[in-house]
């Protein structure tokens, strides 16, 4: 299944923490449970600051492999393929008729995913059905697309490691600075949508 997003911070965070603790245990220090409430008071929202800053930092800091960078390259050149400001590249397979969500509406898709070697990692195809989330549960590059798509709409996405998974990759299948390509479907929207706003 698609990873959330949020858990990256939530793993950047443990590490940190881990991190912390070995340095004091180095130090000899007697107090590694209270870590925690060691901190000033007064610090504690710059504390919170800079793991928010470390997050976000090391998410954008990822880079494409060179073979990534050639393969968005030249995909940018192809006839129908569409390049955002963000980085994001994508070919509308199918147009959608219907409502556009909002960043927190639940919808249900259907996805593919594939390295640019072509081996897929995951697929609600295979799974036999589809999967709800909204657009700010998974990774930023399904956020903005969701976020333009119209329900009933089958988008192809390129997705290059910085709005993906980063340096880090994911488990065993998705390496380090992969360069990943969606089929997406929005299926449904299953509740605010964006003419809501108006």
Known sequence: QVRLFHCYCRDRLQQLSQLTVV?????SLDCIHYIPIMIPTHNNAF????????????????GA??????YLASKKE????????????YKELR??????????????????????????FDSSYKRGAPLSFAPNQVIRGWTEAMQLMKEGGKWELYIPPELGYGDRGAGASIPGGSVLIFTLELLKVKGAHKKDEL
Do not use: W
Request: one cysteine or more.
């Open 65 to 70: 492999s060179p073979e990534g960078v050639k």
């Open 95 to 120: 147009p959608g008729t219907g409502k556009t969500p909002l960043i927190g509406t639940a919808c249900d898709c259907h996805y593919s995913g594939t390295l640019i070697d072509g081996t897929e």
């Open 23 to 27: 340095q004091n245990r180095q130090s």
């Open 78 to 89: 192809e006839e129908g393929v569409v390049s955002l400001p963000s980085g994001l590249m």
């Open 47 to 62: 504390f919170l600051f800079a793991i928010v800053l470390l997050c976000f930092v090391s998410a954008v800091n990822a």
